[in-house]
């Protein structure tokens, strides 16, 4: 082979190398396209799964916080705690060690005592004299001690139900032979029952939460009435007619109170969800059932919007002027409250928020209970305002999930925060209405509301009529038999705000 020869050889064998070379090239680029690819598929199911694992977190921090709810620190009611539940600071209830204090009364306690009734309340006495001097044995006269030593024993009669019968006679003129019956119109009643009994049921059943079955067995067994259960219904529909007067009256009390609460909650008509609302005022109490909570159903309750309402920050009060109301602080704390018991920046500006809450109740309670003066409480309370509104502006600014959103609806309601501070009569919270509530919430939980408007008719004036009469010291009972007289005898309905009527 001549040199040419091997010169072609050699680049036939230098191009089969370089092909050689190019192929395996190709191969590792196609590889490393591959890998690439590979690469940017695992960084996109590394990006989903992160993006999964983000929701699940936040979704399991969304699921312990509602876990962790309960009274302290959400809107839901002490009952709902159960027991082992939580104590009134937050915190979980332990079991008690032994070396506490035990049950009952502890060493100190003053105790209570039975208080005797005055005289005139009296109806026997019994005077008991020592025969015998103890000391000579001399027989001793029946003197009265002006100081004697008084025990009372109270019982109650058998009670016997009076029963009045109208005897309708037909009397046969001699003259004309013709048959006249004697008239029953203003003479029979047309229930027949009397005022008192029919007050007496509605008691059992609008008042004390008796089921109509169960008020038929208990005036069966204490008063020997026999009565049906269709019969109580009816009886409640008189009676509620017979207050209809009293519950208006208070309707236009608290329109025209100058402070007032006002809170809801739900009720059930036949399974329908509906809403049942309260206003509160010193003086009297209006509950209403309605169809819902919008502005449209709950504005009419207030009439002309006169006054502060205490409430809650509920979007259905916009229709109130901001400055004339003041939004119940013990929400708020609740609201703080949860957030404390989160992680991080949420829980330190939730733990920030409660002390100045706890420096706003110090201050309250030494001015309620007369420590210190209406000026020197305001005093106190300016630099504990602005504290309070720097800290819920920053946590706005933080941009923190389920936390800056609430802070800035609580800064929107910043002219509603502090009229406790500047009014008289207006306290910083809405216990009072949800005190009022609370019967009918555990009315609802035994009975599961009603079944008809007119069963709602009845158990919201009902409520009505006890509430205020409580508090204007009336008896219930008594008030109610004179507002069935008056229906009797189509006469004027006695005032539920006036002096106690007389039966």
């Not at 598929?41 to 989903?48: F, G, K, L």
């Not at 939460?209 to 208990?218: D, F, G, I, Y």
Request: overall charge positive; some cysteine; glycine content about 6%.
């Amino acid at each position: 082979m001549d040199a040419r020869d091997q010169l072609i050889a050699e680049q036939a064998q230098r191009i089969d190398a370089l092909e050689a070379e190019l192929a395996a090239r190709d191969d590792k680029d196609r590889r490393i396209a591959e890998l690439e690819a590979t690469i940017v598929a695992r960084d996109a199911r590394i990006s989903e799964l992160e993006q999964k694992v983000s929701e699940l977190g936040k979704l399991a921090a969304t699921l312990m916080e509602k876990l962790g709810r309960n009274s302290s620190n959400s809107h839901l009611p002490p009952s709902s705690d159960g027991p082992g539940g939580r104590s009134k600071d937050g915190a979980k209830s332990r079991p008690r060690k032994s070396g506490k204090r035990k049950r009952g009364a502890q060493r100190g306690h003053r105790g209570s005592q039975r208080t005797l009734l005055p005289e005139e309340q009296v109806d026997h006495f019994v005077n008991l004299y020592p025969e015998h001097c103890e000391n000579c044995w001399k027989e001793l006269p029946q003197v009265p001690d002006p100081d004697a030593t008084r025990y009372q024993v109270t019982e109650v009669p058998p009670v016997v139900p009076e029963t009045t019968e109208f005897r309708r006679h037909a009397v046969t003129c001699a003259c004309c032979g013709f048959t006249t019956q004697a008239k029953v119109e203003g003479v029979v009643p047309i229930s027949p029952f009397g005022p008192r009994l029919m007050s007496l049921i509605a008691l059992f059943t609008g008042v004390y939460h008796l089921s109509r079955r169960k008020t038929a067995e208990v005036l069966h067994d204490v008063l020997g009435v026999q009565i049906s259960v269709g019969a109580i219904s009816n009886v409640e529909n008189r009676v509620s007619q017979a207050v209809e007067p009293a519950v208006q009256e208070v309707q236009e009390h608290v329109e025209r109170a100058s402070v007032k609460h006002a809170d809801a909650t739900s009720w059930l008509q036949g399974g329908k969800l509906l809403s049942l609302w309260t206003i509160a005022t010193k003086m009297a109490t209006l509950f209403s059932i309605v169809v819902d909570g919008s502005a449209a159903r709950v504005k009419p309750l207030f009439g002309a919007c006169r006054g502060i309402l205490v409430s809650d920050r509920a979007t259905v009060f916009s229709f109130w002027a901001m400055n004339r109301r003041q939004v119940c602080w013990a929400h708020l704390v609740r609201k703080f409250i949860a957030f404390s018991e989160r992680d991080g920046p949420a829980g330190r500006f939730g733990r920030e928020l409660l002390d100045y809450s706890a420096l706003i109740f110090e201050y309250w309670h030494s001015y309620r209970e007369r420590k210190i003066d209406k000026a020197t409480f305001r005093a106190w309370m300016a630099p504990v305002r602005t504290l309070v509104e720097n800290s819920l502006k920053r946590a706005v600014a933080a941009d923190i999930e389920n936390l800056s959103g609430s802070c800035a609806d609580m800064l929107a309601h910043q002219a509603a925060l502090w009229t406790f501070v500047e009014r008289d009569g207006v306290e910083p919270t809405n216990n009072h209405a949800e005190r009022e509530l609370r019967a009918f919430v555990l009315w609802r939980k035994r009975s599961f509301g009603t079944q008809s408007d007119r069963g709602n008719r009845f158990a919201e004036r009902l409520m009505t009529v006890a509430h205020t009469a409580r508090k204007q010291g009336k008896n219930v009972l008594t008030f109610l038999t004179a507002c069935c007289q008056a229906q009797i005898d189509d006469a004027a309905r006695p005032s539920l705000l006036g002096a106690e009527p007389t039966t």
